[in-house]
C-alpha cells in the first residue's frame, strides 16, 4: 500500500510538471503558426532525414554488432547500465523507468533544445544549460559551448534560419558528448554511439523548430519509452532470479539485490576459516575478499609495497552464499570460476616504477536476461 500511495504521488508531481511545461510552451509562443512561416527551409529537411538515416543505420549497426559479438554487451552500455542499477538500488525499478521514459525526455530537452522559438533569451538559456550538461565531459566543453554560442548568437542575430540551423548543429553535437559516458570498450562502439545521438539531436531539432518543444520531447519520450518498458519487465525478472557456480570445491550462489535493504546489507560474513559464508556487495568487491584470503594462503600482504589491488566494484549489489567443500580452501578456483562465469574481470599489471604487481578488479555482471 506505501509502494502504491508513493508511486500516486509521484504520478500526480509528473502530471503538475506537465502542466507547467505546457504552460511554459504557451508563454513562448512556440507553436505552428509562429514557425511556419520562418523555418520551412529545405535545408530543415535534410537535415530530419540524414538524422532518421543516422538513427536507422547507427541502430542497425549496434543490434548486428551485438548478435555477432554476445562478448559485447558491457561496451553497448556498461557504464549506462551501472548508472541505472545504483539509481534502481536507491529508489526502486519503477520510479527509474518513469524517469528514462517520460521525465528524462523532458528534462533533456529544456537543456538541449529550448532555443527552438528562435528568441534570443531562450537561446541564452540553452547556451548555460547545456555548458553545466558538459561539465560531465571536462572544463573545457563548457567554455566551448558558450563560445560557439555566443558567437552564432551575434554573428547570425539579423538571420534567423541560419541562427536557428548553426544552433541545431552546436546542440546536436553536444548532445552527442554529454553522452559519451554511456559507452565504453573500443573505439568503434564509441564513434558509432555518438554518431547516433548526434542523429537524433538532428531529428529532435528539425520538431522543436518545425513544431514545438513538446513535439521534441514526445519524440524522445517515444525513444526512450521503447527502452525502458523491457528494461522494466527484465528487471521484474533479474529480482527474483539466483545464480549458482557449484564444483568439487565449492556451491556459490549469486543473487542480485536491486533494492536497498538494511537486514541484507549487514551479510558481510565472509571470513578465512568457515565453510559457509555470506557476503553482501559488488561481485568485484565480493572477488577481492577472496584475493586477500589466497595472498595470505600464499604468504602474500596485500599492503601496496609489493601487491596492490584497485577494485572498481560497480552495480548491481549481489547477496552471496558461499560453501567450501574442501579444505584448504581453493580460493583461487571460486576465482577462476568467477571469471569464466562473466562476473568479473581481473587484470594483471606491473608498475615497474614502485616494483609493484597491481590487479585489477572489476564487477562485469550483468544479470540481465540475455537472447539466445
Known amino acids: 500500500m506505501d509502494k502504491l500511495m508513493r508511486l500516486l504521488s509521484l504520478f500526480v508531481v509528473l502530471l503538475r510538471f506537465l502542466r507547467l511545461i505546457y504552460q511554459i510552451n504557451l508563454i513562448m509562443n512556440i507553436n505552428e503558426n509562429h514557425t511556419a512561416s520562418a523555418c520551412k527551409p ?3 529537411r535534410w537535415a530530419l532525414w540524414w538524422g532518421l538515416g543516422v538513427v536507422v543505420v547507427c541502430l542497425a549497426i549496434l543490434i548486428g554488432y551485438s548478435i555477432a559479438n554476445p562478448e559485447s554487451a558491457d561496451e553497448l552500455g556498461g557504464p549506462l547500465m551501472n548508472q541505472i542499477y545504483a539509481m534502481i538500488y536507491q529508489f526502486g525499478i519503477w520510479p527509474i523507468m518513469l524517469y528514462i521514459g517520460l521525465l528524462g525526455p523532458i ?11 528562435g528568441k534570443p533569451w ?18 573545457w566543453l563548457p567554455l566551448l559551448v558558450v563560445a560557439c554560442g555566443v558567437t552564432i ?5 539579423d538571420d534567423k534560419t541560419k541562427r536557428l540551423f548553426a544552433l541545431m548543429l552546436l546542440s546536436s553535437v553536444i548532445f552527442a558528448v554529454a553522452h559519451l559516458g554511456n559507452y565504453e570498450g573500443n573505439k568503434f562502439i564509441v564513434i558509432v554511439g555518438v554518431v547516433h545521438k548526434l542523429g537524433f539531436g538532428l531529428v529532435a531539432s528539425y520538431l522543436v523548430i518545425n513544431h514545438n518543444l513538446l513535439w521534441s520531447m514526445g519524440f524522445h519520450a517515444l525513444n526512450n519509452g521503447i527502452l525502458a518498458i523491457p528494461l522494466g519487465l527484465a528487471f521484474g525478472q533479474v529480482s527474483s532470479s539466483a545464480v549458482t557456480i557449484e564444483n568439487g570445491y565449492f556451491q556459490l550462489e549469486v543473487r542480485p539485490v536491486l533494492v536497498h535493504n538494511d537486514s541484507i546489507c549487514e551479510e558481510n560474513r565472509f571470513f578465512f576459516d568457515t565453510d559457509t559464508n555470506y557476503y553482501f556487495g559488488s561481485t568485484a568487491s565480493f572477488a577481492e575478499q577472496a584475493l586477500y ?12 609495497d609489493t601487491v596492490k589491488f584497485v577494485t572498481e566494484r560497480g552495480y548491481p549489489n549481489c547477496s552471496f552464499k558461499l560453501i567450501y567443500k574442501t ?11 568467477m571469471e569464466n562465469a562473466r562476473f568479473i574481470d581481473i587484470d594483471t599489471t606491473y608498475d615497474s616504477d614502485n616494483h609493484t604487481t597491481v590487479l585489477n578488479i572489476k564487477s562485469t555482471y550483468d544479470p540481465l536476461p540475455k537472447g539466445d
Open 327 to 337: 579444505q584448504p580452501y581453493n580460493h583461487h578456483a571460486l576465482l577462476v570460476a
Open 107 to 117: 528534462v533533456e530537452e529544456l537543456s538541449f533544445r529550448l532555443w527552438g522559438n
Open 42 to 44: 529545405r535545408l530543415f
Open 153 to 157: 548568437l551575434m554573428v547570425f542575430r
Open 293 to 304: 584470503y589466497e595472498a595470505g594462503q600464499k604468504g602474500i600482504v596485500p599492503s601496496g
Open 122 to 139: 531562450t537561446g541564452i538559456v540553452s547556451l548555460v544549460l547545456m555548458a553545466l550538461w558538459s561539465l560531465n565531459v571536462g572544463w
